[in-house]
């Protein structure tokens, strides 16, 4: 049994006040919730406050990035062992915000993920094609590339840390959702990646979870499908009320 795993990216979003204001609605509103995981990612700057509010709840913190080494001279970078000491179970990697307006490559993130495997911390590992993948039919093309470079030489033990993210980069802040058939599709051939990868218990194992314009109105039809196992959401996560609901799908 897969526990679902619904997480908030607030992106470039919320001062620190406006972070606590959020967390302190969303930890009212969702505190009877045991039976899913609950994650939120801030920006850097609210993360040790938003971490000290959390305390005693059953919401996790994501950073929404790091950098692949611990410490060095990387002026202006994150590392996964500060992040963990900020009080973080989760960092979000490969977003394809980054890989679009930042360049950042497959076996950049794949560093990430070892990085953060290596200091025990979870990685939410988005992946997806564009529109234009998708109408040329290389979707599945794509996802390989992607599921096979981010996770080379990833152990196969860190895998129960690792939620793969399927987040179509068309449906991302363009309020155009996946198709309840087309996110299923994708999953079950990222599950068949991941066991061809790492074996049929680990493939079982891992959470799948769908991103792309996520809301209310659709969030039960999508987890309603065998293989999406939780959402990540952007938009609808600024708002206690939508993503408070969210985390509650039918
Ligand atoms: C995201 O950025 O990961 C995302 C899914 O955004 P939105 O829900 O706004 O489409």
Known sequence: MRKPFIAGNWKLHNTVRESLELIEALKTSVKDVTDREIVVAPVFTALASVSRALQ???????????????TGAFTGEVSPSLLKDAGCDYVI????ERRQLLGETDPFINAKIRALAGEGLGAIFCIGETLDERETDQTLDVLHTQVTAGLKEVPAEAMARIVVAYEPIWAIGTGRTASEDQAEDAHAFIRGLLQGLFGL???????????GSVKPDNVDG??????IDGCLVGGASLKAADFSRIVQFA
């Open 222 to 227: 999508l987890m309603a499908q065998e293989d």
């Open 56 to 70: 005693g709840s059953n919401i996790s913190l994501a950073a929404q990035n790091c950098y692949p080494a611990q």
């Open 201 to 211: 218990s680990v493939a079982q194992e891992v959470r799948i979870i769908y991103g």
């Open 93 to 96: 990697v490969g977003h394809s």
